[in-house]
């Protein structure tokens, strides 16, 4: 046996372009399946709830979360500012749909205000009334959509929700959907992590 038959058949008996062989494939399926939920992604919104309250000045920021169903929302980032002097409150969205977002939107409404709250309502739309709530004991920011009972005519309003109850939260993040894709090794790690 030479030196060089010796390292030879060490090397053949390990297999070891086997091993690179599978380890080269396991990181391009990774890569694959990464590349996947990331083509997916969608424009996620960071903003986290705050409120705050000075004198006769009133500042809210957050993103309107479900509070009656877990269904997912499009994602809309809202600033309310309320000055007490001027009897008003004025809201600023911005709405977000796959990867756009929307020019915000800004609206000034009459509000009502008292000690512990301040209350104002957007009959603007078409469909639906909305009706907002700045509770002061419970730092919350709520607000009621209601479906009219005679919208606009020539609007789609039959299929929406005669309710919805939001409240002004955190952004946080939505992890993407991947149900639709075929992403097994991300698929088994997510089955894993939540047996813990």
């Known amino acids: 046996m030479t030196d060089e038959e010796g390292p030879k058949s060490w090397w053949h008996r390990r297999n070891w372009w086997k091993m690179g062989f ?92 008292t000690s512990d709250s301040i209350t104002f309502a957007d009959e603007s739309a078409a469909c639906v009334t909305l009706k907002f709530r700045v509770d002061f004991a419970m730092k919350k920011v709520n607000a009621i959509r209601e479906k009219k009972v005679n919208p606009d005519k020539g609007f789609p309003c039959d299929k929406m929700e005669d309710r919805l109850d939001l409240t002004l939260a955190d952004s946080g993040y939505d992890t993407p959907d991947i149900g639709e894709h075929f992403v097994p090794l991300i698929s088994g790690l997510l089955a894993v992590t939540k047996l813990f």
């Open 22 to 113: 599978f380890t080269a494939l396991i990181a391009f399926e990774i890569a694959r399946e990464i590349i996947v939920v990331q083509a997916d992604a969608q424009a996620q919104p960071n903003v986290n709830f705050n409120l705050f309250r000075y004198q006769d000045f009133t500042a809210a920021t957050g993103v309107w979360k479900r509070t009656d169903k877990n269904e997912k929302m499009t994602p809309t980032v809202i600033k309310i500012e309320c000055e007490q002097s001027r009897g008003s409150c004025t809201m600023v969205d911005t709405h977000m749909n796959e990867l756009w977002v929307f020019e915000p939107n800004i609206q000034t409404f009459d509000a009502r205000f």
